[in-house]
Protein backbone atom coordinates (compact mmCIF):
# COMPACT_ATOMS: atom_id res chain seq x y z
CA UNK A 1 0.00 0.00 0.00
CA UNK A 2 1.31 3.53 -0.99
CA UNK A 3 1.41 6.01 1.20
CA UNK A 4 2.33 9.79 0.69
CA UNK A 5 4.83 10.29 3.26
CA UNK A 6 7.09 7.75 1.27
CA UNK A 7 10.19 9.71 -0.11
CA UNK A 8 9.67 11.47 -3.47
CA UNK A 9 11.43 9.32 -6.33
CA UNK A 10 14.67 11.19 -7.40
CA UNK A 11 14.29 13.19 -10.48
CA UNK A 12 10.58 13.28 -10.58
CA UNK A 13 9.05 17.00 -9.68
CA UNK A 14 6.90 17.48 -6.44
CA UNK A 15 4.07 18.44 -8.32
CA UNK A 16 3.92 15.10 -10.48
CA UNK A 17 4.27 12.97 -7.13
CA UNK A 18 1.92 14.41 -5.43
CA UNK A 19 -0.83 14.32 -7.78
CA UNK A 20 -0.02 10.97 -8.36
CA UNK A 21 -0.12 9.89 -4.90
CA UNK A 22 -3.51 11.71 -4.64
CA UNK A 23 -5.18 9.87 -7.65
CA UNK A 24 -3.92 6.79 -5.79
CA UNK A 25 -5.06 7.42 -2.76
CA UNK A 26 -8.77 8.47 -4.13
CA UNK A 27 -8.53 5.25 -6.60
CA UNK A 28 -8.08 3.14 -3.21
CA UNK A 29 -10.65 4.84 -1.38
CA UNK A 30 -8.84 6.87 0.52
CA UNK A 31 -10.43 10.12 0.67
CA UNK A 32 -12.45 11.93 -2.17
CA UNK A 33 -11.56 15.62 -3.54
CA UNK A 34 -13.41 18.45 -2.42
CA UNK A 35 -15.81 19.25 -5.79
CA UNK A 36 -16.06 23.02 -5.03
CA UNK A 37 -14.76 26.38 -6.71
CA UNK A 38 -13.44 29.26 -5.53
CA UNK A 39 -13.91 30.07 -1.88
CA UNK A 40 -17.00 32.66 -0.87
CA UNK A 41 -16.08 35.97 0.36
CA UNK A 42 -12.78 35.81 0.30
CA UNK A 43 -12.61 39.14 -2.37
CA UNK A 44 -14.58 41.30 0.22
CA UNK A 45 -13.07 42.77 3.29
CA UNK A 46 -12.70 41.20 6.64
CA UNK A 47 -16.08 41.94 8.81
CA UNK A 48 -15.93 40.34 12.15
CA UNK A 49 -19.86 38.94 11.83
CA UNK A 50 -18.93 36.96 8.61
CA UNK A 51 -20.13 33.83 10.55
CA UNK A 52 -23.55 35.46 11.46
CA UNK A 53 -24.47 37.22 8.38
CA UNK A 54 -23.98 33.77 7.07
CA UNK A 55 -25.57 31.08 8.95
CA UNK A 56 -28.54 33.74 8.95
CA UNK A 57 -27.99 33.99 4.65
CA UNK A 58 -27.68 30.24 5.19
CA UNK A 59 -30.38 29.11 7.24
CA UNK A 60 -32.45 31.61 6.04
CA UNK A 61 -33.33 33.32 9.18
CA UNK A 62 -34.43 36.82 7.80
CA UNK A 63 -37.89 36.29 9.24
CA UNK A 64 -36.61 36.45 12.95
CA UNK A 65 -37.89 39.40 14.12
CA UNK A 66 -37.85 40.80 17.47
CA UNK A 67 -38.25 44.28 18.56
CA UNK A 68 -33.86 44.38 19.79
CA UNK A 69 -33.18 43.06 16.65
CA UNK A 70 -35.28 45.96 14.91
CA UNK A 71 -34.03 48.43 17.06
CA UNK A 72 -30.36 47.42 16.02
CA UNK A 73 -31.43 47.23 12.22
CA UNK A 74 -32.62 50.98 12.48
CA UNK A 75 -30.06 52.34 14.98
CA UNK A 76 -26.90 50.69 12.26
CA UNK A 77 -29.22 52.29 9.45
CA UNK A 78 -29.90 55.59 11.02
CA UNK A 79 -25.53 56.15 11.74
CA UNK A 80 -24.85 54.88 8.23
CA UNK A 81 -27.06 58.17 7.21
CA UNK A 82 -25.92 60.49 9.77
CA UNK A 83 -22.44 59.55 8.59
CA UNK A 84 -23.34 61.27 5.35
CA UNK A 85 -23.83 64.57 6.74
CA UNK A 86 -21.70 67.48 6.16
CA UNK A 87 -22.97 69.78 8.44
CA UNK A 88 -21.12 69.28 11.98
CA UNK A 89 -24.75 71.34 13.71
CA UNK A 90 -26.88 68.62 11.88
CA UNK A 91 -24.46 65.37 12.64
CA UNK A 92 -25.13 66.37 16.20
CA UNK A 93 -28.87 67.07 16.68
CA UNK A 94 -29.85 64.33 14.26
CA UNK A 95 -27.27 61.81 16.74
CA UNK A 96 -29.17 63.53 19.68
CA UNK A 97 -32.39 62.78 18.02
CA UNK A 98 -31.15 59.14 18.19
CA UNK A 99 -30.17 58.71 21.79
CA UNK A 100 -33.25 59.75 22.44
CA UNK A 101 -35.11 57.10 20.47
CA UNK A 102 -32.21 54.28 21.69
CA UNK A 103 -33.35 54.93 25.09
CA UNK A 104 -37.45 55.30 24.52
CA UNK A 105 -37.08 51.92 22.75
CA UNK A 106 -34.63 50.13 24.94
CA UNK A 107 -37.38 50.76 27.97
CA UNK A 108 -40.30 49.80 25.32
CA UNK A 109 -38.71 46.10 24.76
CA UNK A 110 -40.18 43.23 26.81
CA UNK A 111 -40.29 39.94 24.27
CA UNK A 112 -36.97 38.77 22.53
CA UNK A 113 -33.55 39.20 23.42
CA UNK A 114 -32.85 42.51 25.13
CA UNK A 115 -31.33 45.05 23.56
CA UNK A 116 -27.59 46.34 24.13
CA UNK A 117 -27.77 49.01 22.15
CA UNK A 118 -26.34 52.21 24.27
CA UNK A 119 -26.93 55.91 22.90
CA UNK A 120 -23.63 57.44 20.74
CA UNK A 121 -21.39 59.20 22.08
CA UNK A 122 -22.07 62.10 20.12
CA UNK A 123 -18.74 63.87 20.84
CA UNK A 124 -16.83 60.33 19.55
CA UNK A 125 -18.42 60.13 17.10
CA UNK A 126 -17.77 63.52 15.17
CA UNK A 127 -14.36 63.31 16.64
CA UNK A 128 -14.24 60.18 14.07
CA UNK A 129 -15.84 61.62 11.22
CA UNK A 130 -12.79 64.46 11.48
Known amino acids: MNNISNRKP ?17 ERGDFKP ?21 LIEREDLHAINSEGLE ?11 IKSIKDRERIRQ ?10 QENLK ?11 VDVDHFLETID
Not at 34 to 54: N, R, T, V
Not at 94 to 103: H, P, T, V
Not at 109 to 119: D, F, K, L, R
Open 94 to 103: SLEKLNDYIR
Open 71 to 81: LRRYVYAEIER
Open 10 to 26: AGMKWESWVDRALREAE
Open 109 to 119: IIEGPASNITP
Open 34 to 54: AKGGKIKGLDKPYDPDWWLKD
